[in-house]
């Protein structure tokens, strides 16, 4: 069986660029499902349980202690809001595109620090300022709000494709806050795959509950449809996540930094390539003003005054998990 074992001994760079690798096929896996968000969201977590299952307990076998009940259901209220995520970032991936969509949900990395100031009480650090004015210019491009001379912005509604992206952001930052109290409770931080896997149970059951709610079970053809949600549950429900999560820990905040670019500029790139997706020259300076925004944010926290210890476990999960998330983002 494929263990976790030999993932925590592999190189973190290696694992992290891998694992970026993987989720940054997220969204365009997502569109090739063509089915509706609820049955993706479902899909891409219900696959992958069976394998996360056999991992954690696997895990166990080899001497990793049970998960406490405050980390259960800790990472299963996490996984109520990946499930919203991944629904709502289907509706941006529709309005805008995957390789933008994807772009625009970096924006994760500020809202995490805004709501860490907020909910934690740490002042955002210099770099992080400095950062947001970039990075909203680059959502204004992204969104198609600064088009002139009759140029066209891709997508069907960029503007409200932007706003998807903003939302993914903000549900993707409160999951990831969440994913990181579950494993912050003592006894917790050395079961990775079973953090993962109550995570996806939660997102599998939330995903069924808010498909009924939204009358929003369409699966299409049943093949290839099954066979991209079994890869995408793969690549980044599995794979992705767990290789990200096991390598940031170990990795400085600046070279995080320049591995955060590896996910969204490879779905920009898989976009263009097998979907046909083909941004206006300003969505694409959009997208390097945003990119640009996250490496200052994340880079900044490398500094030679250094963050305190908190920040820097925070820019870390940020990082790691965009990130769909999938802990890729794979969203």
Not at 27 to 42: F, G, Q, R
Not at 162 to 178: E, K, R, S
């Amino acid at each position: 069986m494929w263990r976790v074992m030999p993932i925590r001994t592999m190189p973190a760079t290696a694992a992290a660029i891998a694992g970026a690798v993987c989720i940054s096929s997220s969204a365009v896996l997502m569109k090739l499902a063509h089915t509706s968000p609820s049955i993706t969201a479902l899909g891409r977590c219900a696959l992958a349980l069976p394998v996360l299952g056999a991992l954690a307990w696997a895990e166990r076998r080899r001497g990793a202690p049970p998960l406490p009940a405050r980390s259960r259901w800790l990472a299963r209220l996490a996984g109520l809001f990946l499930a919203g995520d991944l629904i709502v970032w289907s509706h941006a991936i529709d309005a805008i595109g995957a390789g933008l969509s994807t772009v625009v949900g970096n924006l994760q990395v500020l809202i995490i620090a805004v709501l860490a100031w907020i909910f934690l009480g740490e002042r955002p650090r210099r770099s992080l300022v400095l950062a947001s004015p970039v990075m909203l210019a680059g959502l204004v491009l992204v969104a198609g709000l600064a088009d002139v001379g009759g140029s066209r912005a891709y997508g069907t509604d960029p503007a409200l494709g932007a706003v998807f992206g903003v939302a993914v952001a903000v549900i993707y930052a409160v999951y990831i806050l969440t994913l990181r109290q579950a494993t912050s409770v003592p006894g917790a931080r050395s079961a990775v795959a079973a953090v993962l896997f109550e995570a996806t149970v939660g997102a599998t059951v939330a995903s069924a509950l808010l498909g009924l709610a939204l009358n929003d079970y369409r699966l299409g053809p049943t093949w290839p449809t099954l066979g991209w949600l079994a890869l995408l549950a793969l690549t980044s429900q599995v794979i992705g996540w767990l290789l990200i999560t096991v390598s940031m820990p170990r990795l400085a905040a600046g070279t995080i930094g320049a591995l955060l670019l590896i996910q969204p500029a490879g779905s920009v790139a898989l976009s263009y390539a097998f979907l046909g997706e083909r941004p206006s020259a300003l969505q694409l300076a959009g997208v390097v003003l945003i990119l640009a925004g996250v490496v200052i944010a994340v880079g900044g926290a490398g500094s030679a005054a250094g963050p305190s210890r908190r920040s820097t476990k925070i820019i870390r999960q940020a990082s790691g998990a965009s990130t769909g998330m999938s802990a890729s983002k794979s969203p």
